[in-house]
Every structure is written in structure tokens, then in C-alpha cells.
């Protein structure tokens, strides 16, 4: 029963020529969290043309949110359209948690962009994990960009005494002026 | 109540109807849900919560949620949209119109609280097309069923309807005593009913409108009920037909699925 | 009258990094954090100049910038993107959108400064 309702589901997402139809079926889908439907979905979303379906869909892979989901959104980080890595990012931050251990792994990746848009997703992350992480990006990455998005967030969480440090040190690890704006900015934040 | 029964309650409210409440609404939470363990005599949150939970018909979890929400509003609010409602937007829809032999214009209120929205648009719409070979009604969609309880009866104290023009005054309300009541001409068109915006059956059912106001409503939904939402009313919307949302709110950093219109008095989302 | 930029970038430091450069030479500098967003405020005001960044929620820069082009008001108008995305690829997407120039980011102060100038006309 159930399958073939999700079957159906996934038959309409992916070939009925009304656009509202589609989208409903997408909403419909969070009702099965199950991993080939996420596997589905994410097809979709690439596949889509409309774009208000592409919003349901992304709609319900919050709703899903899954380690799947999680997993397969943060492929689409390397997508070569905007509108992807940007849902994507969208997605893994309302998913806190579930995230997590996918950006943790990001963070190590060798191309800054997605070293980046894994430190966009830690900035909203409410844990003290987070804050760790962030630090250690402060310190060790070769990215100025990476490391002025880092230094923004914890300004932004308003930290103890030795994070103060490590922001105040990354301005010396490089010398631009974009990077030194960013450490007074999240300096002067700390404070109040 | 505890941080963590607090968490539990919310968790559940927002799943149910999408409205959040962070931590710092602990004590406006508490203050209510104490007012309803009172009236139904259990001592405990964890009694209570089971209660709520347990209770089939949903009535407990309504009552709750109906303490719960704001609902705040009165007649003719934010006056300069309404003006390009009047002014702009109902010309065009008539524009629009022109080669069907009956016009007929649909307007949804949602979120519409204790009525005083629908009851201006309607007072809006007569004015704009009296005489006019137009008919229209308007859909008014709350989740708090005591509010939709007194829009039904309309009847206004001095405060609602402080910033309503006098001729409209006279024209459209019977005085009565320290209270004012719409007149049942008005009252007529307008149909007034539950429902939760995050009810996905029952939105799908909403379909065909012009209009759609739904002003300071969205303020107290997460990003994503919000962007679930916003996907229902573009369902419910004709091809062309416009989104009001509250002054001091927007649709930007919700979805960019909606055009934006620029019009003299308002900046509206068109479908 | 002083030339009126809109800087649309979702980071409040790179805004106003951008502000704090801009504003001291006399540029008047308003914001948006997303494409939408900065598509909702140019059809309430009217801007001189956009520096958008690409990577942003709701709608990226490029989209933003073609939706600017495609608008008669906003034909003409200058637009810079400054992205961390460097690639051959990002920039013939964004010159293919309408921008007038591609930046990468991070940007010196004088070089954004030199930059503005010369394509807001203004010395
Ligand atoms: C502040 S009132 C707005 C009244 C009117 N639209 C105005 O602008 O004056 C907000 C209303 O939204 C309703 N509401 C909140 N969550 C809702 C939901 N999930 N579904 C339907 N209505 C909801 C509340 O019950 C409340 O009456």
C-alpha cells in the first residue's frame, strides 16, 4: 500500500506536466522519510526547472532530514549551479545536528569554496563543538576567506577570553586588510 | 516548568502548527499553560502534557494553542497598503477580468484573528465596486477557534475601530451603546473558518483566489514553516494574483518564488 | 548629488568592510543580505551602482543579476561581482548574467575604491 503510494508520488514529482501537482507531490513525499525518496528528491531538485518546485523540494528535505538528506545535500556544495549549493547550505544549517559530522568533514576539503560554505553551516549551529571548530579554522586554515567567515561567527557568539586571542592572532597569520576589518569588527562585538 | 518541559511542549506546538517559541518566551508559555492546568485540575506539566496529548478530539491542544496565540489587530490597519489594495490592485484584478461576463473577485484574510481585517477588505472591496457588475466574497481562516467565534458575532468596542473614517462609521457598523456591529450585508460575504496554514490537506483545498492577505502571521512561524507556507498560498493563487504581507515584513528571506510589484503606496508579491 | 550603491552580500562583515571604504569617499551606501532581498529594495529605490556577492540564500547574485537586466531601470546600471569563486566558469556566468566587472575576493580597499570610481564615472 504504502509503497505504491510513494511510487506514485515520485512518478508524479518527476513527469506531471502541471507544475502545481508536482509540488504537491513533493510536499507529500515528507510524509517517507526513506532513503530512496531523499535519493529521489535530490534528483529532482537537480533535474527541476520550475523553480517554485525546487523550493518544495527543498521544503521537504528539511522536513525529512535525515542523515541522508544531510549527506546528499552536502554533495551538491560542488554543484555547478548557484541555486544548489546555496539550497544546500540552506538545508545542512537548518539541520543543525544531523550536520554536524558531514561538515566536520568539509572543513578538511581542499577547495576553499566548500571549506567556506562548511563554516557558513557551523556558524549557525548552536554547540559548543561549533565553537571548537571554528576556532581551529581561525588557526590553521590557508583560506583568508575561510578564516574571515570564521572569525565573523564567533564575534557573532560572543566568546571567553582565549577565543578573543586566537581571533586577535589570525590577523597577524595574514597580512590583508579585508581579514584585519573583520578581526576589529568581531573584537569590538566580543566586548559588549 | 523546566527548560526541558519547555522544550517538549514547544517541539510539539511547532510541529502541530508551525509556531515557535524560543527560550525566551519560557515565562509567556508558562504563565498560560499554568492558566490551563487550573481550569482543568491537574498539578503537574508532565499530567498536563499527557493530557494534551492523549486527548483524541485535539480540544486541549486547541484551547492551548487559542491562549496561546496573538491576536492582536483592529480595522483599517496599515492604511497605505490598504490604499494600494483600493486603489491599485482591485482595478487591476477588474482590468483583468474584462473579457469574463461575471467578475468575480476572491480574497483570503489569513490569519484573520477576531475578524477586523475581512471586515475592512470587505468594507474596501464594496466601496471599490458598488454599483459594478461585480460579485466577490472573502475567505477569513484563523487556528484559534475562540477569535473566529467572535468575528462571526462582529461586534467591535471603541479600540478596533478607532482608525476606521467616519462615513465608513455610519455606512457599514450599528451603534450600540459602547459597542459597534457590522452590518449584516457585510457579514454576508464573508465566510469564516478554521484552519492551521500548516495543514497541508486542508490548504491544498484553497485554490483560486485574487488575494491573499496574511499580515503578521508569518513573525511568529520558524524559517521553514514559513517557506512551507508561502508554497500553499502560491498554490492558492490565481495566475497573476497578489500576496500582502504584514508592513514591517517580507518575503525575502523566505523563498523569491513571488514577482515583486511596484506600486505608488506598496511594494506587493504577485504570483 | 552622490552616487547611491546597494551592496548585496550575505556576510555583515564584507558589508561593511565595503561600507566603511565606500562611504568615506562620499558613496552613499545602502544593503541587502540576498538577491531577493536586494531585488525588493531596487524597486523601491532607485541605485546608481550594485556590488553583489554570488553565493547567497534565496537567490544567488547572478540570478540577481540578470533579473536587474532584464528590468528596464536596470539595464544600464553598473554591477560589480566580487566572489570568492574563482574559476573561468564563475566568471563567464557572471559576465554572461550582465555584470559589468568580476572581482575575487578579498579585496584591497584601494583597488575596490579605484575600481568604483571608474566605473560610477566619478573622479
Ligand atoms: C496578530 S494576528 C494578525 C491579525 C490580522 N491579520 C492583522 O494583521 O491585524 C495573528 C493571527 O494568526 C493566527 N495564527 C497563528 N498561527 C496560525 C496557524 N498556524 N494557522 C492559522 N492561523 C494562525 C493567530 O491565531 C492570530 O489570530
Redesign the pocket.
Known amino acids: 500500500m504504502k509503497t505504491s503510494k510513494v511510487k506514485k508520488l515520485m512518478e508524479i514529482l518527476s513527469t506531471h506536466p502541471e507544475e502545481r501537482e508536482r509540488r504537491y507531490a513533493a510536499m507529500e513525499l515528507s510524509d517517507f522519510p526513506r532513503e530512496d525518496v531523499v535519493e529521489h528528491l535530490v534528483n529532482r531538485l537537480v533535474e527541476e526547472k520550475s523553480r517554485a518546485v525546487q523550493e518544495a523540494i527543498v521544503s521537504t528535505l528539511i522536513t525529512i532530514g535525515t542523515e541522508a538528506v544531510v549527506r546528499r545535500c552536502a554533495e551538491l556544495l560542488r554543484s555547478e549551479d548557484a541555486y544548489l549549493r546555496n539550497s544546500a547550505i540552506e538545508v545542512l544549517q537548518l539541520l543543525q545536528h544531523t550536520s554536524l559530522g558531514v561538515v566536520k568533514e568539509l572543513l578538511q576539503d581542499p577547495d576553499p569554496d566548500v571549506r567556506l560554505f562548511a563554516v557558513n553551516v557551523l556558524g549557525e549551529l548552536k554547540v559548543k563543538e561549533a565553537v571548537e571548530l571554528l576556532c581551529r579554522v581561525v588557526e590553521e586554515d590557508e583560506d583568508v576567506n575561510v578564516v574571515a567567515a570564521a572569525v565573523e561567527y564567533l564575534g557573532e557568539m560572543g566568546l571567553r577570553g582565549d577565543d578573543r586571542e586566537t581571533v586577535r592572532k589570525a590577523a597577524e597569520r595574514f597580512s590583508d586588510p579585508f581579514l584585519e576589518y573583520a578581526v576589529e569588527v568581531a573584537l569590538r562585538k566580543m566586548e559588549v | 516548568m523546566t527548560i526541558e518541559e519547555f522544550v517538549k511542549l514547544r517541539d510539539y506546538i511547532y510541529r502541530k502548527?508551525?509556531?515557535y517559541f524560543d527560550e525566551k518566551k519560557l515565562y509567556y508559555v508558562e504563565k498560560r499553560v499554568e492558566a490551563r492546568m487550573r481550569s482543568i485540575g491537574v498539578d503537574s506539566f508532565r499530567a498536563y502534557f499527557a493530557w494534551m496529548r492523549f486527548d483524541t478530539s485535539g480540544r486541549e491542544l486547541q484551547e492551548l494553542l487559542n491562549a496561546l496565540?496573538?491576536?492582536?489587530?483592529?480595522f483599517f490597519?496599515e492604511y497605505q497598503q490598504l490604499r494600494c489594495f483600493a486603489e491599485e490592485v482591485i482595478p487591476e484584478i477588474l482590468k483583468g477580468k474584462n473579457n469574463q461576463n461575471s467578475k468575480r473577485i476572491r480574497i483570503w484574510?489569513?490569519?484573520?484573528?477576531t475578524g477586523?481585517?475581512a471586515y475592512t477588505l470587505a468594507i474596501i472591496i464594496k466601496e471599490m465596486t458598488g454599483g459594478m457588475p461585480v460579485t466577490w466574497e472573502i475567505h477569513a481562516?484563523?487556528?484559534?477557534t475562540d477569535?473566529l467565534l467572535q468575528a462571526k458575532k462582529g461586534l467591535y468596542g471603541r479600540r478596533a475601530v478607532k482608525d476606521v473614517p467616519e462615513v465608513y462609521l455610519a455606512r457599514y457598523f450599528r451603534r450600540m451603546g459602547e459597542q459597534f456591529e457590522i452590518r449584516s450585508e457585510l457579514r454576508r460575504q464573508i465566510y469564516f473558518y478554521q484552519?492551521?496554514?500548516?495543514d497541508r490537506e486542508n490548504m491544498r483545498k484553497m485554490v483560486d483566489f485574487d488575494v491573499i492577505?496574511c499580515?503578521?502571521?508569518l513573525i511568529?512561524f520558524d524559517d521553514s514553516s514559513r517557506r512551507e507556507v508561502a508554497l500553499y498560498f502560491y498554490d492558492a493563487l490565481r495566475k497573476g494574483g497578489y500576496i500582502f504581507l504584514?508592513h514591517s515584513e517580507s518575503m525575502s528571506r523566505i523563498t523569491p518564488i513571488f514577482r515583486l510589484r511596484k506600486f505608488k503606496n506598496a511594494i506587493i508579491y504577485q504570483k | 548629488m552622490s552616487v547611491h550603491i546597494l551592496v548585496v552580500d550575505d556576510s555583515s562583515t564584507v558589508r561593511g568592510y565595503y561600507t566603511s571604504i565606500l562611504s568615506k569617499a562620499g558613496f552613499a551606501v545602502d544593503h541587502a543580505a540576498n538577491g531577493y532581498e536586494a531585488l525588493e529594495k531596487a524597486v523601491k529605490f532607485d541605485y546608481d551602482f550594485f556590488i553583489v556577492d554570488i553565493n547567497m540564500p534565496k537567490m544567488s547574485g547572478y540570478e540577481l543579476v540578470r533579473q536587474l537586466r532584464e528590468d528596464e531601470r536596470g539595464v544600464g546600471v553598473p554591477v560589480i561581482i566580487i566572489s570568492t569563486e574563482a574559476k573561468d566558469s564563475d566568471r563567464l556566468e557572471g559576465y554572461r548574467a550582465g555584470a559589468n566587472l568580476f572581482l575575487v575576493k578579498p579585496v584591497k580597499p584601494e583597488r575596490l575604491l579605484f575600481l568604483t570610481k571608474i566605473i560610477a564615472g566619478v573622479r
Open positions: 502548527v508551525g509556531i496565540t496573538v491576536n492582536e489587530t483592529y490597519r484574510s489569513a490569519g484573520c484573528s477586523e481585517e481562516t484563523d487556528l484559534n477569535v484552519l492551521n496554514l500548516l492577505f499580515r503578521n502571521v511568529y504584514g
